[in-house]
């Protein structure tokens, strides 16, 4: 069983910052995959960012290239979002996932089969 747990959103002006942490426990997540997505009312679930169990290979949405960036801290099993540049279109609820698998994160989230219970980022114009 692998247990993620989301913190970090809130509320924030247009081009401000937030930096959103996953932390997971569970068995060997060092070795999952590790994922970001968001969905916000009445829309799909997009994805976010991924990265890879050592945090060698990444994957981003092209929307979020340049203004967020996926880490990961194995020693503390958590992964982070770095959020920069918030329009009101990033509003959503934005969730983590992991995934067992050793090769490039995945992009898509049929492929993470944990998650966690979501944290709410609202940003104002």
């Known amino acids: 069983q692998v247990l ?3 913190s970090g959103g809130g ?5 401000g910052s937030l930096r959103l942490s ?3 426990s569970g068995r060997t997540v060092s070795r999952y995959a590790m994922g970001w997505f968001r969905q916000a009312p009445g829309k799909e679930r997009e ?3 991924s990265i890879n169990w050592s945090g060698s290979s990444t994957a981003y ?23 920069n540049s918030l329009k009101p279109e990033d509003t959503a609820l934005y969730y983590c996932a992991a995934t067992a698998t050793l090769a490039v994160p995945p992009m898509v989230y ?4 944990y998650w966690g219970q979501g944290t709410q980022v609202t940003v104002s114009s």
């Open 110 to 113: 049929y492929e993470y089969p």
């Open 47 to 49: 994805f976010v960012a």
């Open 22 to 24: 996953c932390a997971a």
């Open 4 to 6: 993620l747990v989301e």
């Open 61 to 83: 949405a092209d929307s979020m290239k340049g203004r967020f960036t996926i880490s990961r801290d194995t020693a503390k099993n958590t992964v982070y979002l770095q959020m």
């Open 11 to 15: 509320l924030v002006q247009t081009g």
